[in-house]
């Protein structure tokens, strides 16, 4: 059984990461190079197979020679894949780990389009950024420094303090609980 074998290679990987970061924005071969430290040839060979897959839109232009590659945000497996990228970067930045030793015993849930892997990146300071929603069950506000995570995410954090989860709106509550816990646990 093949299940787990990973289908490709790790140049293939990272563009599909750097893709996933920047989701919402197109890059020409030259702009995924730079970023990659890697040749745009390399990036030409590389990227048919993750287009066969359906998990990057490959676009030329009629006009000029030129390439716009982009994530798949139309492709749900693309999204599945950009889910579970997403999830990996927040246990990569090892935040999860930071908000269990600052809020020991309460529920950290990673919730909205981040943890759906629907988030879009479009630039720098651009307001149709997406940000990453983090509810913190069990515990009043505090007042905690996220800059290094916000930096090496790319997306601003918000933190969501609740005391109980009584004190959450019915509509809230059910869309925080269609997140990812990341540590703690609900009772129902």
């Keep these: 059984m093949d299940m787990y074998k990973v289908k490709w290679t790790r140049l293939q990987q990272r563009i599909f990461r750097i893709l996933c970061i920047k989701a919402g924005q197109n890059f020409n071969l030259r702009g995924i190079a730079k970023l990659l430290n890697v040749s745009p040839t390399a990036i030409a060979n ?10 990057i839109k490959i676009e ?12 798949n ?34 529920t950290i849930i990673l919730f909205g389009s981040y943890s759906r892997g629907e988030d879009v990146f479009f630039g720098e300071k651009d307001d149709r950024n997406s940000d990453i929603d983090i509810a913190i069950i069990g515990t009043k506000g505090k007042n905690i420094n996220l ?26 509550k059910n869309n925080i ?7 703690g646990g609900v009772e129902l």
């Design 73 to 106: 945000r139309d492709s749900e497996e693309a999204i599945n894949f950009k889910r579970i990228e997403n999830l990996k970067l927040i246990y990569e930045s090892k935040i999860d780990e930071f908000f269990k030793s600052e809020f020991p015993g309460c």
């Design 147 to 172: 800059v290094n995570f916000e930096k090496v995410l790319e997306r601003e954090i918000i933190i969501n303090f609740y005391k109980s989860w009584e004190e959450i709106h019915k509509n809230l």
């Design 46 to 55: 590389s990227i048919s197979e993750l287009e066969k897959e359906e998990v």
């Design 60 to 71: 030329k232009s009629q006009t000029m020679n030129l390439t716009s590659i982009g994530f």
């Design 177 to 183: 609980l269609n997140g990812i816990i990341l540590s």
